[in-house]
């Protein structure tokens, strides 16, 4: 079973950036397609981004787009989250997710989950 381990998370000021990085162990990380989700205060986990295991194809929410971007190295077993232009709306615990396969399109539903990382926006 694959481990991920999220780390980046923060306190900045809106229209600032972090960068989240996610380190996989356990498995082959290039068998297995990643993802992003975060969940903000009172409400389900939603999709950020996700991508392919081989990071070709991605996939993004609406709310997001433009403004964040993933990514992954297959070498450091690690997938990034690029968070640019943010907004006190994006605070959230954002955790980072693999699910086995994901050769073409980005998966939908993930079974592995990092424990998460809290991200705060200040206006």
């Known amino acids: 079973q694959v481990q991920l381990a999220e780390s980046g998370g923060g306190l900045v000021q809106a229209g600032g950036s972090l960068r989240l990085s996610c380190a996989a162990s356990g498995r082959t990380f290039s068998n297995y397609a990643t993802a992003w989700f975060r969940q903000r205060p009172g409400t389900e986990r939603e999709f950020v981004a996700g991508?392919?295991?081989?990071?070709?194809?991605?996939s993004y929410a609406e709310f997001v787009k433009g403004r964040f971007t993933i990514s992954r190295d297959n070498a450091r077993s690690t997938t990034y989250l690029q968070m640019n232009s943010l907004k006190p709306e994006d605070s959230a615990v954002y955790y980072c997710a693999a699910e086995q396969g994901g050769a073409i399109i980005v998966p939908t539903e993930y079974d592995h989950w990092g424990q998460g990382t809290q991200v705060t926006i200040s206006s």
């Open positions: 991508t392919t295991k081989s990071g070709h194809m991605t």
